[in-house]
C-alpha cells in the first residue's frame, strides 16, 4: 500500500524520506478500519479505504484541527471524519459478513 499512496501523492518510489511518515498514517488508519469493523482485520476488498483515507490524512498534516481555511479567495474544509465517505461500504461489509455467518440447518 505504501508504493499506492506514493504514487497518488506524486512521491518517488525511491524517495524514502517520507516512509515512516507514511506507514505511520497507514498503521493508524488500519487500526481505526480494525475498529469500526468491530474488531475484525480489514480484508483485501477494503484497502482502497485505507489506501483513500492515508492520503487524505497526509494531506492534512500541519492543518490539524481545522475544520476551514480562507486564504486570498482560496477555501478549504476539512470534514471531522475521514472515513465519512465509506460508512455505506463499511456498513455493506459488515451486513455481508452477518449474512455469511449465519448457518442452515437440515433435518433429513
Do not use: C
Not at 12 to 38: Q, V, W, Y
Not at 42 to 53: C, Q
Not at 84 to 93: E, F, K, N, T
Request: aromatic share 6%; proline share 3%.
Amino acid at each position: 500500500m505504501l508504493k499506492d499512496i506514493k504514487l497518488l501523492l506524486g512521491i518517488p518510489e525511491d524517495e524514502t524520506s517520507l516512509d515512516a511518515k507514511l506507514n505511520l498514517i497507514l498503521m493508524s488508519t488500519t487500526s481505526r478500519l480494525k475498529a469500526l469493523l468491530g474488531g475484525l482485520d480489514p480484508p483485501a476488498e477494503l484497502n482502497y479505504i485505507i489506501t483513500d483515507v492515508a492520503v487524505i490524512r497526509f494531506n492534512k498534516l500541519g492543518s490539524e484541527g481545522l475544520s476551514s481555511h480562507s486564504v486570498e479567495g482560496e477555501s478549504l474544509s476539512f470534514s471531522d471524519d475521514d472515513f465519512a465517505g465509506y460508512r455505506d461500504d463499511i456498513r455493506d461489509y459488515l451486513d455481508r459478513q452477518k449474512e455469511a455467518r449465519k448457518g442452515k440447518v437440515r433435518f433429513l
